[in-house]
């Protein structure tokens, strides 16, 4: 055999031996391979199956997830519409609260006002309790002297007693005084008739008391002169000579004497020595003074 021949065949050894080498890797490969698939095939067919199962889980949680967000949102718009109400009801609870607060404050400045009232009362009557307090030793001398009046009253009853009787016979007295003043008057007058001169002259010296008691008023007085004007006069029976006492309420003041008479008023002059006061405009006069028992 030639060189070209045996390094032919060598040649066709080696790539014999390399082909059957490359067959023998790919079939040993393509058996990996195979293996492999099968082992990812039942990997993905376990997968799959676990896949299903947890869809067909999750399937059935979505399901649940569903109806509970159905739930929840009937739920929400239940909670709304409470909401809504309580929102409602709030509003009605703080106007009834302002109404409370304004309700109270009312009240504080009407219970301040009855503490005032009350403070106030209260001084009142602390400062009563004192008044009757004093009212009560008032009273208590109240009481004595009502005794001692009383016994300066009986006394006193027993003096006007006495008096009653003086002036009983006074009065008996008195009236035949007037009985022989009016036989006077009488004289005096036909007096008049006769001589007139003689009888001014005795009028001027005697003073002859009126019929009846005569009251009336002082209408002017001139105290430089010491004249007097009445409101009685020739109608009431006053007459020239008439004397008439003066007094102010339950005050003596003097005397007057009657100088000229006209028909409703008379001009008199004081009695110097049986003045006390002056006359004034307003005081009363009257021919006799009264005592009543």
């Known amino acids: 055999m030639s060189l070209v021949g045996k390094i032919f065949a060598v040649l066709a050894m080696i790539i014999a031996i390399f082909y059957t080498g490359v067959t023998v890797a790919l079939v040993s490969l393509q058996e990996n391979y195979r293996q492999q698939f099968v082992n990812e095939q039942a990997k993905h067919d376990h997968t799959k199956k676990t896949k299903d199962i947890e ?25 709304d519409g ?24 009312d ?14 009362l209260h001084t009142d009557f602390q400062a009563k309790v004192r008044e009757n307090e004093k009212l009560q030793g008032d009273i208590t001398g109240l009481k004595d002297t009502v005794e001692q009046r ?51 002259s005795l009028i001027r010296e005697v003073t002859l008391p009126p019929k009846k008691v005569v009251r009336g008023k002082v209408t002017a007085v001139d105290q430089k002169l010491g004249l007097v004007i009445i409101n009685r006069g020739q109608r009431n029976d006053v007459r020239k000579g008439h004397t008439f006492i003066v007094f102010r309420d339950n ?17 008199a002059r004081y009695v110097a020595d049986a003045m006390k006061k002056g006359v004034e405009v307003g005081d009363d006069v009257t021919t006799k003074l009264r005592f009543e028992f």
């Open 55 to 79: 869809y067909t889980k999750l399937d059935s949680l979505r399901k649940q997830v569903e109806g509970e967000r159905d739930s929840l949102r009937k739920e929400v718009s239940r909670l």
């Open 82 to 105: 409470e909401n809504g109400n309580l929102h409602a009801q709030w509003a009605e609870a703080q106007n009834a609260v302002r109404l409370a607060m304004n309700v109270i404050d």
């Open 107 to 120: 009240q504080k400045e009407e219970l301040a006002r009855i503490s005032k009232n009350r403070t106030e």
């Open 150 to 200: 009383n016994t300066a009253i009986n006394k006193l009853q027993q003096d006007l007693a006495t008096a009653q009787k003086n002036f009983v016979t006074t009065e008996k007295e008195l009236g035949k005084v007037v009985t022989d003043l009016e036989t006077a008057q009488a004289r005096l007058t036909k007096l008049r008739e006769i001589r007139p001169d003689i009888h001014d």
């Open 251 to 267: 005050e003596y003041i003097g005397k007057v004497i009657v100088d000229d008479v006209f028909p409703d008023v008379a001009a």
